[in-house]
């Protein structure tokens, strides 16, 4: 089953934006599949390593599962520079040359941040940590708003939406992996889910905001279902909208006292969708374009 997920995830990645811009008449993407397949390696190590961060604190003291700091943020240097390696390709530079550019900058702050924070993690320091972190949320954030109009606002958004993705994500899955170590202790177990619950309400509230006001910004009303972006933002609202029901029926079987394992881990295997279309809405032509034609 695992294996099969896989499988999918990378299908989508290497084939959806060659889906969503069909038939839209928009600008082909060069080495569009292998750049989403590698940011959604980085926003994967991302969760991973801040929801890790994050689960602590709602885990508190008791029995803890094996951290996966480290493998996850050297993922993401491999993938941030894999990412200049594809650059270097379609623009025909060599890498030296791509290192002058300003996504080539912004890709080696992001795996330098990585390494660091994985050289924190490994020196059990894992605190320590958040601060690279942050140097690569906030290189990413610079990195996919390069608009000439208002760009700080449109990186502050960036980095409070993928901030709170990743806990969101990574959180529940560090939590999940925590109940299913204290399983025995049913009360205990249900208590870790209970305090990762009241912060994930706060959690959707910055996602929703920051999400609409960014949608706003950058998506014309006029080619909503016509450009790629609009296709892809939807796909995602669908998929946030789902896993937000979960998070509530989840919430619902707590307050009644009953197991809400069940929907938790659906709402997880939602958000890692989540993860994978968002990646490819960063890769996507910018439909500005497409509405001033």
């Known amino acids: 089953m695992l294996a ?3 499988v999918l995830a990378v299908l989508i990645a290497l084939l959806g934006v060659g889906a969503a811009t069909h038939g839209t008449g928009e600008l082909h993407i060069p080495a569009a599949g292998p750049t989403t397949l590698l940011r959604a390696a980085v926003f994967a190590a991302l969760a991973l390593h801040i929801g890790e961060l994050a689960g602590h604190r709602f885990a508190r003291t008791g029995p803890a599962p094996r951290s996966w700091a480290v493998p996850a943020a050297l993922t993401g240097a491999a993938a941030a520079a894999g990412q200049i390696l594809v650059l270097s390709e379609v623009s ?5 040359s791509v290192y002058g550019t300003v996504d080539g900058r912004l890709l080696l702050v992001m795996a330098n941040g990585f390494l660091l924070a994985a050289g924190c993690a490994a020196l059990r320091r894992p605190f320590l940590a958040a601060l690279p972190l942050a140097v690569v949320i906030g290189a990413e954030a ?3 708003h390069p608009e000439a109009y208002t760009p700080l606002l449109g990186t502050a958004l960036t980095v409070v939406h993928l901030t709170a993705a990743s806990v969101w994500t990574g959180g529940l899955c560090h939590v999940l992996r925590t109940m299913w170590l204290r399983r025995a202790d049913r009360t205990e177990a249900r208590a870790v889910l209970a305090r990762y619950a009241r912060v994930a309400g ?3 509230a910055a996602l929703t905001a920051t999400g609409t006001v960014s949608a706003l910004r950058r998506l014309p009303f006029d080619v909503v279902l016509s450009s790629a972006y609009g296709r892809v933002l939807i796909a995602k609202l669908a998929l946030v909208a789902v896993a937000s029901g979960l998070a509530l029926r989840a ?6 006292g009953r197991d809400a394992g069940g929907p938790a881990r659906a709402e997880l ?3 890692s969708c989540v993860v994978l279309v968002s990646a490819v809405l960063t890769v996507v032509p910018d439909p500005h374009w497409l509405s001033v034609r």
């Open 269 to 271: 295997a939602v958000l």
């Open 142 to 144: 610079l990195r996919a």
């Open 202 to 204: 706060w959690l959707l």
């Open 4 to 6: 099969g997920g896989a």
């Open 92 to 96: 025909d530079l060599d890498i030296a």
């Open 251 to 256: 919430r619902g079987r707590l307050r009644g």
